[in-house]
């Protein structure tokens, strides 16, 4: 049987080691942060594709940081947006945008657009 006077100092060190563990060894970031859904989404891929579902005009981004439409279908951050700034990233881009190439595509990329869904016949109606 072990006493509880050995049993201390096994408890210190342990903890003494969770702690060394959490303050010095380095921590993991966050290495992409990938989108996929509809509209509740969408950052502006439709501004790339054929389509009527588009908030590429006001009211569109009324509160958004610079005030105009970006394409999504808010009026300011979408979700994305948000978990983005809350682990310290910047907002994805659509994936259809000419500036996500190199270093920005790390971060990752926004694949919603407003309209889709499961099955072939979803959207149609958008289609131009």
Do not use: C, H
Not at 53 to 82: E, K, M, V, W
Not at 89 to 107: I, N
């Amino acid at each position: 049987m072990v006493s509880s006077s050995s049993s201390i100092p096994v408890t210190l060190i342990t903890s003494l080691l969770v702690v060394f563990l959490v303050t010095f060894l380095p921590q993991a970031n966050a290495r992409a942060f990938f989108v996929f859904g509809d509209s509740l989404v969408d950052n502006g891929n439709n501004n790339y594709l054929v389509t009527s579902a588009r908030a590429d005009s006001p009211p569109y981004g009324i509160d958004y940081p610079t005030g105009q439409p970006t394409g999504r279908f808010s009026n300011g951050l979408n979700i994305p947006d948000i978990i983005s700034e809350q682990i310290g990233e910047e907002s994805t881009l659509p994936y259809l945008a000419p500036e996500l190439q190199g270093e920005k595509l790390l971060v990752g990329a926004n694949f919603a657009s407003a309209g889709v869904g499961i099955l072939n016949d979803t959207g149609i109606q958008f289609v131009s």
